[in-house]
């Protein structure tokens, strides 16, 4: 058990440098950051979608019957929560609404990177593999949520420090952060109920990718975008394939 909290601490660690990576990235870069990031989200959705339908969702149906619920739990409770700081930036005011437009995502993506923190815990009490199939995935789409954090405090009029220090409070530091918090209790429970926070996060992942990360790489129409996503299918294909 020390051992998986120490991996599960480690990775969530790594996920919260890839997300700085891409904050300086599009700091120091803006250019090619902008070029690019449209195919770190197409290949990071080809792996948190196929990891997931391909491992995470038979993991978790092999240890809890009501799995499939579950799973669309996770999937409607973002979908539910990205509708109300929808809602709640379309009431904001004139005044307000240039900094609420960078400020209210911000707030969201934070919570999403803190939930994160909690499929670190979740997976590696499950076991190693799970954890390494997950985290691989969302380690790297956690380049492009920096990328994205970042640009969208810039164009709503933060400067570029305060631009920067809350993107990485929000996006990156807030995943080490759910992991020690979520660690304790994860531990402490097997079987059906870590079945059924599986099936949760499998049901998050699948919404970060399939109504987040592609749709916003859509919208880049980058040429090679499909390759990009191909590719992030064959890598989930290929670790399944040859796992332990």
């Not at 990031?37 to 197409?42: G, L, P, Q, T």
């Not at 669309?72 to 809602?87: P, Q, S």
């Not at 040429?223 to 040859?242: E, T």
Request: proline share 4%; glycine share 8%.
């Amino acid at each position: 058990m020390e051992n998986s909290f120490v991996t599960a601490l480690f990775m969530s660690v790594l996920a919260a440098t890839a997300t700085s990576l891409g904050i300086y990235t599009i700091r120091r870069y803006a250019q090619w950051g902008q070029q690019n990031a449209a195919y770190f989200m197409c290949f990071a959705a080809g792996i948190i979608i196929s990891a997931s339908f391909l491992h995470i969702i038979p993991k978790s149906l092999s240890m809890n019957s009501s799995a499939p619920g579950y799973i669309l739990a996770g999937f409607f409770v973002l979908h539910m929560f990205n509708r109300f700081v929808t809602a709640f930036v379309c009431e904001k005011n004139v005044e307000t609404k240039e900094y609420t437009i960078g400020l209210i995502p911000m707030l969201g993506i934070g919570f999403h990177s803190f939930i994160d923190g909690f499929t670190y815990s979740i997976t590696f009490n499950i076991d190693f593999f799970t954890g390494i199939l997950a985290t691989f995935g969302m380690v790297l789409h956690e380049f492009p949520e920096g990328i994205v954090t970042y640009l969208l405090l810039a164009r709503a009029g933060f400067s570029r420090q305060k631009s920067l220090v809350f993107s990485f409070l929000a996006a990156a530091l807030t995943t080490p952060l759910g992991m020690l918090v979520s660690y304790p209790f994860v531990s402490q429970i097997s079987g059906q109920p870590l079945g059924a926070l599986l099936s949760l996060s499998a049901g998050a992942l699948i919404y970060v990718g399939a109504t987040h990360l592609l749709p916003e790489a859509e919208d880049d129409q980058k040429k090679y975008s499909i390759l990009a996503l191909a590719a992030g299918v064959m890598a989930a294909v290929l670790i399944v394939a040859f796992k332990p």
